[in-house]
């Protein structure tokens, strides 16, 4: 089973966590910041805490993948992950991850509230639709080229840079580079993709 763990916690006022175990015990539900996980196994820790501190927030997951041979299965659809994908989910839908060497599989997953980024959507332009429109032939799995890897990445940083701001202007900076992100993710998933994906009877759970 395939792990994300949180290496860098993104840090904000309404939310503490406890790192002296190598754990994450969330304290206050995830509104005004983003995690960014890179081990399946943080990542679980963050959803049993979840579910402990019973809160039934709605939370979207964007996994980057940067190693290929893991499965994916999110609700009846299994992925067969490759490097350079990007998934897509939400706390609304159930998952699993597969994968055959966890502690050489590299990965990314953020984590975040879509209340945080409500303020800047237009009737024009709702930035968490493809987290939340599900047609029949949807697919969770998209590859991207290597100009969109770097263009993540970038965004990617710049969302840790704002969970550990140094400087004035970090935490703004995290927002806006979650937005940029967004608004990239949205236009690769209005783009016909390769479907790889099968359906499965592999047993899964939910998140909440």
């Known amino acids: 089973m395939l792990v994300y763990r949180s290496d860098r ?45 019973n809160d039934f927030y709605d939370y979207y997951f964007i996994f980057i993948l940067y190693t290929s041979g893991a499965n994916i299965l999110i609700d009846d659809k299994l992925y067969e992950a490759q490097k350079g994908d ?18 050489q599989y590299q990965s990314a997953v953020l984590i975040f509230n879509p209340a945080y980024v409500k303020f800047a959507e237009t009737s024009q332009t ?26 993540v990445n970038s965004y990617i940083h710049e969302i840790e840079r704002g969970g550990n701001p140094t400087q004035y202007g970090d935490q703004v900076l995290m927002r806006v580079a979650l937005i940029e992100l967004l608004l990239l993710i949205h236009m690769i998933y209005q783009e016909p993709g390769e479907i790889r994906h099968n359906s499965s009877s592999i047993s899964h759970q939910k998140i909440h």
């Open 126 to 151: 709702e930035l968490t639709d493809c987290f939340q429109t599900r047609t029949e032939n949807f697919s969770h799995l998209r590859s991207l080229t290597k100009e969109q890897i770097a263009t």
């Open 9 to 53: 916690i993104a840090k904000s006022q309404k939310k503490r966590y406890n790192e002296s175990k190598g754990g994450v015990s969330m304290t206050e539900p995830i509104l005004d910041s983003v995690i960014i996980c890179s081990n399946f196994n943080q990542f679980q820790t963050w959803l049993h805490n979840v579910r402990q501190a």
């Open 86 to 103: 990007i998934v897509i989910s939400s706390s609304m839908e159930y998952y699993k991850v597969i994968a055959p060497n966890e502690d």
